[in-house]
């Protein structure tokens, strides 16, 4: 069935599955739980989705949030993928090691998680860094108490910008995120390499077919990494191509929005209606010369001392908008 009708039913809704599926959303919030207690870091995952045209032009967007049936496949996800790479690393005394791709993810650099600690300080908050598992800890405490504040998705995209980044790797390093000593993944072969070699992997394993891979699976593990990391981009730039269409006639009109993002060379600010992000230029904030404090993490007036804070609530014009650079331009509405 789909996620909506899954939902339907953990929200109450009678049905013929109605043991079986809340049965399975119990187990889940189990496994989910204990994560959580092992240091697993809850990121609320919430995707941009836009509605088309017959003519596949985009007329609206909306954001998809994860609910408790999303979540219920994801644990039983994420055990399988465990349990694949326990199967295969986990080696008796006297076995062999088996040549594997594992889904690694490293323990965060200190210097950006300072550089988190010294940024979530402006919005009043503090985090716990004298090591990696008080980290993760206090990370969780940190996303649940902004759960329903205004900067609350600033601060987790920026939480996210201070792990490391999730890679395929042949030594096992173990997954700092979930909190798992063993990972990889397995579940989705149709769409990921990665699976599918681990599949062969663990076809050859349990039919006791050996196959000597030397530094091939080694190559394979970085070049799957490396087009991973081109998917995000590509996926992040259509996001925003979509997003310069859907403003693109709108061009004079003005919206309410937030500012969702600080840089040396001007502010970003996301429409509250949409959720499309576009830029103001410091230099073409008016009433002073603004510059950025780095270390104070503000836009200010060098004359007035005015600030523009992340999350605080604006009210922009569209001025622009351009298809080929991908970009939507403001100007601020006094």
Do not use: W
């Not at 593990?221 to 693109?248: C, G, P, T």
């Amino acid at each position: 069935m789909a996620y909506e009708e899954a939902q339907e039913i953990i929200e109450g809704k009678a049905d013929d599955l109605e043991e079986e599926i809340l049965f399975m959303d119990k187990i889940a919030k189990i496994y989910r739980d204990k994560r959580m207690k092992k240091g697993a870091i809850d990121f609320n995952s919430e995707e941009m989705r836009f509605e088309l045209d017959e003519q596949g032009n985009p007329v609206k967007t909306y954001v998809k949030i994860a609910k408790d049936a999303n979540k219920l496949i994801e644990e039983f996800m994420l055990l399988a993928n465990r349990k694949v790479a326990e199967h295969i690393g986990k080696r008796k005394k006297g076995e062999d090691i088996i040549p594997f791709i594992y889904r690694v993810h490293g323990k965060p650099k200190m210097e950006k998680i300072l550089l988190f600690k010294t940024f979530i300080e402006k919005f009043g908050y503090d985090l716990e860094s004298t090591s990696p598992d008080h980290i993760a800890m206090s990370l969780n405490k940190l996303l649940e108490d902004v759960r329903y504040a205004n900067e609350a998705g600033i601060i987790q995209n920026m939480a996210i910008r201070a792990m490391e980044k999730a890679t395929y790797e042949t030594t096992n390093l173990g997954h700092y995120g979930l909190g798992f000593e063993y990972y990889t993944h397995f579940t989705s072969p149709i769409r990921r390499y990665a699976d599918l070699m681990v599949h062969r992997i663990l076809q050859n394993e349990l039919t006791h077919v050996p196959r000597k891979y030397g530094s091939e699976l080694g190559d394979m593990a970085k070049l799957i990494s490396r087009n991973e990391r081109k998917a995000v981009e590509a996926e992040r730039d259509s996001n925003k191509y979509f997003q310069v269409l859907l403003m693109k006639d709108r061009v004079g009109q003005e919206f309410d929005g937030t500012i969702s993002g600080l840089a040396e060379f001007g502010l970003f600010i996301r429409i509250t209606e949409n959720y499309c992000e576009g830029m103001i230029p410091l230099a073409e904030i008016p009433g002073d010369r603004f510059y950025f404090d780095l270390e104070n993490y503000y836009i200010i007036g060098a004359k007035t001392g005015k600030e523009f804070n992340f999350g605080d609530k604006v009210r922009v014009l569209v001025k622009s908008v351009d298809t080929y650079k991908k970009q939507i331009n403001f100007e601020l509405v006094e």
